[in-house]
C-alpha cells in the first residue's frame, strides 16, 4: 500500500474543507461591496401611505442601502451575484411595500454601526441583537426570535450536552458578533458564579473560520446564532459532520438597526414589517428557511426591545 505524498494529501484536506464550506454557504465575500439584488420589486403592493414616509434620499433614488453580512446562512449568503436568504426575502417584501429597490452592501459584523453612523448604508440587517452598546447609538426594530448556541463535531466527542458543559473548553466565535457578547456573558454569571473552569474562547472574523476549526478538531465548540447554525449541521456534507447541540446560552431578538438619529425610518420600518406580517408573507418566509417556530407577533415588532429580551 502507497501513500499519497504529504503535499497532495494537505491539497484534498484544503479541497475537503473548501466543500465543505461550500455546502455550509458560509464562504464570506470581499468585504465593502455592494449588491443590488434582483427581484427588489417597485412593481408589486406598494403602498402609496408607506412610500410618502421614505426618507428623500431613498424617493429621488428608488433604493433602500441596506448593510449587510453575506455568511450567516440561512439568513444571509452569496453563493452568486446577488445576496440571498431569510433577511433578503423580508427586504424585498416591505421594499415592494415601499416602492423601492434594496441594494445589499457588504462588510464586517464589527462594521455595521459604523457603516450606519458614516451614511454608507439606510439601514444595517444581520444577525445583530439589542445591546446596551447598540441601543446608545441605534433604533432596533425586532424581526425574529433568536439563541446562542453550540455546534460540535459529528458525535459530539467533547461531549458538550447542555449550556453548562461549555465552561472549561476551548470555544470559537466570531469576534464583535452577538455570541461573542453572549459568551462573555456565560462566562461571567455562569461559568465564575458556580466555580467551573473557565471558558477558553477563540476568536475569529467569520464563521466558515471557526467551523474550519471545529472540522478539524483544533476547538471544541463553535457558538453562534442557532438557525444558522442548526442548517449547517443539516446541511454540511448531508449533515456527516457536524451536530448542533439546541442549549442556549441566552436568547433575544435580531433586529433591524436605523440611526439614532433617524427616529421616522425606524417607525417607518416597523410599519412596513407590520404590514408584510399582517399579509401572512413573513410566515410563509420564516418557514423556507426553518425559522417558523422564531415568529414574532406585529406587537413584537415595537422600537427599541429591552436588551436579552
Not at 443590488?36 to 403592493?45: F, L, N
Not at 476549526?213 to 454540511?236: M, R
Request: proline letters at 5%; one cysteine or more.
Amino acid at each position: 500500500m502507497t501513500t499519497a505524498p504529504k503535499s497532495r494529501a494537505t491539497a484534498r484536506s484544503h479541497l475537503a474543507l473548501g466543500a465543505l464550506l461550500a455546502a455550509c454557504a458560509l464562504l464570506a465575500t470581499g468585504c465593502g461591496g455592494s449588491s443590488e439584488a434582483a427581484g427588489a420589486s417597485t412593481d408589486k403592493a406598494t403602498d402609496p401611505a408607506l412610500h410618502e414616509r421614505l426618507p428623500s434620499s431613498v424617493k429621488d433614488s428608488g433604493v433602500l442601502k441596506i448593510g449587510t453580512v453575506t455568511s450567516t446562512s440561512p439568513l444571509t449568503e452569496k453563493p452568486g451575484s446577488e445576496v440571498t436568504g431569510l433577511i433578503p426575502d423580508l427586504a424585498h417584501a416591505m421594499a415592494a411595500r415601499l416602492g423601492v429597490r434594496v441594494e445589499f452592501v457588504e462588510s464586517p459584523m464589527a462594521n455595521q454601526v459604523s457603516a450606519l453612523k458614516s451614511h454608507r448604508v439606510d439601514v444595517t440587517w444581520s444577525a445583530m441583537t439589542p445591546t446596551k452598546e447598540r441601543e446608545e447609538s441605534v433604533h432596533m426594530v425586532p424581526f425574529i426570535r433568536t439563541a446562542s448556541a453550540p455546534i460540535v463535531q459529528k458525535g459530539n466527542p467533547a461531549g458538550i450536552k447542555d449550556a453548562t458543559d461549555l465552561c472549561g473548553k476551548s470555544v470559537g466565535i466570531v469576534r464583535g458578533g452577538n455570541s461573542h457578547m453572549a459568551l462573555n456573558a456565560f462566562q461571567k454569571n455562569v461559568c465564575e458564579s458556580k466555580g467551573l473552569k473557565p471558558i477558553k474562547p477563540k476568536l475569529y472574523d467569520k464563521s466558515a473560520d471557526g467551523l474550519l476549526q471545529l472540522q478539524s478538531g483544533k476547538i471544541d465548540a463553535f457558538v453562534g446564532i442557532g438557525i444558522q447554525l442548526k442548517h449547517v449541521a443539516e446541511t454540511a456534507n448531508g449533515g456527516s459532520t457536524f451536530d448542533f447541540v439546541d442549549k442556549a446560552i441566552d436568547r433575544s431578538v435580531l433586529t433591524i438597526c436605523v440611526d439614532k438619529n433617524d427616529t421616522e425610518l425606524a417607525n417607518l420600518l416597523r410599519d412596513t414589517l407590520r404590514k408584510v406580517i399582517a399579509s401572512g408573507e413573513y410566515q410563509n418566509i420564516l418557514k423556507k428557511y426553518g425559522g417558523e417556530g422564531d415568529a414574532l407577533t406585529e406587537k413584537e415588532t415595537e422600537l427599541d426591545p429591552a436588551v436579552n429580551s
